[in-house]
Every structure is written in structure tokens, then in C-alpha cells.
């Protein structure tokens, strides 16, 4: 069951333009949402987050967009840049007190073209 | 601050050999996860330890299993290796304190090629 969906496996921006990443979920108790952004041969880097009870939070050129009642989240980066070329994954993370495990969506390789 | 440290960077082994995989955490980080990606999977949840307790485990097989030590260091160890478990393999480091977000530092990873 996979509960974080990114739907779209790659997307191509131009560079300047808007990129925007989506992601969908099914369970309503997380808490917050992550986006995590991957070069080949390197590990994940955190971008940005939005906790459950947010629906934006912005930072720099990235912006996430929370939509509780569709269960989807969305980033935005503007403008987009060639070194944001890198596959983003979304996350999710839902805290029980003692413990928590962050869920990850399959990811979505973005190229941004000169 | 030096970040999350996994060693060795890339192996290679064959079908039914077994493979220990080390992580080193942020100094600091209580808590440790492990994670597989493979093409079109993802990231997929191995397991997680705290304070040198299994919290949390995914749906791998019993071929895979882990463990960490009191210095917050842990490794992870897949036996009967098989060509479906080439992968690069994450750990992750957390401080886990009260209400935190979830977020995990990454290391670069372990790159298994089982042949």
C-alpha cells in the first residue's frame, strides 16, 4: 500500500520557469510533509517541510503547498535553475510519541533545461 | 558538525554470500533508519533503532536485519544474498526529540551489486 504517491516519474522545466512537484498521500494522521532532493551518488538532502496544520510555507526560491482536503502537496521552485536538476522525493512523517518513520513517495526526476 | 558516515561506499557480492553494511551517525543522533532504493521503488523503510532498539521495521524479509551499539552506531547485515537485493542502501540519522518533524540526514549510501 503505497501511502505517498508521486505520480509524475520526470518532469523538464526550462531554466527561469516554474517547476512544480506534486505528491499525494492517504493517510490523514501525518503530521508533517518533507521534500528531499537527491544528486546521483549522494544521499538525500532535506529541502523543506510543512507541518499538518500549515497549508504554505516558503523558503527561498522553494515553496510547499499544503491541500489537506485533496490530500496533495505540491512544490514549487521559482525561478527554477540548471543545479536544481535532481530527483525529489515527497515524504511523510506521522509522530506516535515514542516513535516516528518518515514515508517516502517514489520520486520525480526533474531536469531544468538551459 | 560531520555528517552521517556509511562505509564501504560500493561492493560487490555474489548470490548467497551475506554483506554487513556500517553507519555512523550524527554526533548526537539517538536514532538511526535504514533505507533501500532501488529504480522505480523509491526509498523503501528497512528499519529504525533508538537506544539500541528496533522501533520500527518495514516489510523486508528476515534476510535482512541490524543492530546498533551504544555509541549510537549501527549496522545492518542482509544474508543469502539475492540479484533483487542490489540496491543503494541509506542510513539516516535523527535526533528524534520530542514533536521534531521527522527529518533524517542522510548518508551517501552503500551502493550493493550482488551478481
Known amino acids: 500500500d503505497q501511502q505517498v504517491k508521486q505520480n509524475s516519474p520526470s518532469l523538464s522545466v526550462q531554466e527561469g520557469r516554474i517547476s512544480i512537484l506534486n505528491c499525494d498521500y492517504t493517510?490523514?494522521?501525518?503530521?508533517?510533509f518533507l521534500w528531499y532532493k537527491k544528486y546521483p551518488a549522494e544521499g538525500p538532502t532535506f529541502l523543506i517541510s510543512?507541518?499538518?496544520?500549515?497549508d504554505k510555507n516558503e523558503d527561498g526560491r522553494f515553496t510547499v503547498f499544503l491541500n489537506k482536503s485533496a490530500k496533495h502537496l505540491s512544490l514549487h521552485i521559482v525561478p527554477s535553475q540548471p543545479g536544481d536538476s535532481a530527483v525529489y522525493f515527497c515524504?511523510?512523517?506521522?509522530?506516535?510519541?515514542?516513535?516516528?518513520?518518515?514515508?517516502f513517495g517514489t520520486g520525480t526526476r526533474l531536469q531544468v533545461t538551459l | 558538525k560531520a555528517g552521517v558516515t556509511q562505509t564501504p561506499r560500493y561492493l560487490i557480492k555474489t548470490r548467497g554470500q551475506q554483506v554487513t553494511l556500517s553507519c555512523s551517525p550524527i554526533?548526537?543522533?539517538?536514532?538511526v533508519s535504514w533505507y533501500q532504493q532501488t529504480p522505480g521503488q523509491g526509498l523503501q523503510f528497512l528499519f529504525e533503532?533508538?537506544?539500541?532498539?528496533?522501533?520500527n521495521k518495514g516489510n523486508f524479509p528476515g534476510r535482512f536485519s541490524g543492530r546498533q551499539f551504544s555509541n549510537s552506531r549501527s549496522e545492518m547485515n542482509v544474508s543469502t544474498l539475492e540479484l533483487g537485493d542490489s540496491a543503494l542502501y541509506l542510513c539516516?540519522?535523527?535526533?528524534?526529540?520530542?514533536?521534531?518533524?521527522?527529518?533524517?540526514?542522510f548518508g551517501e549510501g552503500s551502493r550493493l551489486t550482488v551478481l
Open positions: 539516516a540519522s535523527s535526533s528524534r526529540d520530542l514533536g521534531d518533524t521527522g527529518e533524517l540526514f
Open positions: 515524504a511523510a512523517s506521522r509522530w506516535t510519541g515514542t516513535a516516528s518513520k518518515l514515508t
Open positions: 554526533s548526537g543522533h539517538r536514532s
Open positions: 493517510n490523514s494522521m501525518f503530521d508533517y
Open positions: 510543512i507541518s499538518s496544520i500549515k
Open positions: 533503532y533508538f537506544s539500541e532498539t528496533q522501533r
